[in-house]
């Protein structure tokens, strides 16, 4: 089944861009970047912030995203999916990042929310943004957690 990802979250403040993979069929059906309540990204990066994303209404993690020059957007903009599994995306599309230095001139790193999206690091770092390719923010990937939180308080603490 072919899906369409979102628009990007973009300010002209944003300095950390954070690319996933392809939204969930959750996050579809509510129109939210990462809207499954199983998937970590909202407490992991709330946790690093200091604020309870988490708790907050998507309006308002838009809000903290953009007091924290933080943008959001996805390696494809479409893809082929049974489910939510990244492992199972096919025919994949990928977005136009030429249009970055416009959208966002302050952007500076560039954040992979997991392997699947980090597959495509080396077309940013050709655009001269730094990188990073995070632990998966997926539920899945809770095994790791104490790295994990460790890893995007690297990045994100405030």
Same mark, same amino acid.
């Given at each position: 089944?072919?899906?369409?990802?979102?628009?990007?979250?973009?300010?002209?403040?944003?300095e950390?861009?954070?690319?996933?993979?392809?939204?969930? /069929?959750?996050?579809?059906?509510?129109?939210?970047?990462?809207?499954?309540?199983?998937?970590?990204?909202?407490?992991l990066?709330?946790?690093?912030?200091?604020? /309870?994303l988490?708790?907050?209404?998507?309006?308002?993690?838009?809000?903290?995203?953009?007091?924290?020059?933080?943008?959001?957007?996805d390696?494809?903009?479409?893809?082929?999916?049974?489910?939510?599994? /990244?492992?199972?995306?096919?025919?994949?599309?990928?977005? /136009?990042?030429?249009?970055?230095?416009?959208?966002?001139?302050?952007?500076r790193?560039?954040?992979?929310?997991?392997?699947?999206?980090?597959?495509?690091?080396?077309?940013?770092?050709?655009?001269?943004?730094?990188?990073?390719?995070?632990?998966?923010?997926s539920?899945?990937?809770?095994?790791?957690?104490?790295?994990?939180?460790?890893?995007?308080?690297?990045?994100?603490?405030?």
């Amino acid at each position: 089944m072919k899906k369409q990802g979102f628009p990007p979250v973009l300010y002209k403040n944003t300095e950390i861009l954070i690319l996933g993979s392809l939204p969930s /069929d959750e996050s579809i059906r509510k129109q939210q970047y990462y809207g499954n309540p199983g998937n970590d990204f909202w407490r992991l990066l709330g946790r690093a912030l200091g604020e /309870d994303l988490q708790g907050m209404e998507y309006e308002g993690r838009l809000e903290a995203l953009k007091r924290n020059s933080i943008g959001l957007w996805d390696v494809f903009k479409a893809g082929s999916r049974e489910g939510s599994l /990244d492992s199972e995306i096919g025919a994949e599309e990928l977005n /136009d990042f030429s249009k970055l230095k416009e959208l966002a001139p302050e952007l500076r790193l560039v954040c992979f929310n997991g392997k699947k999206a980090g597959k495509y690091e080396s077309l940013l770092l050709k655009m001269g943004y730094g990188t990073i390719v995070l632990p998966s923010s997926s539920g899945a990937n809770r095994r790791f957690s104490k790295k994990r939180v460790s890893e995007w308080e690297a990045v994100f603490k405030r």
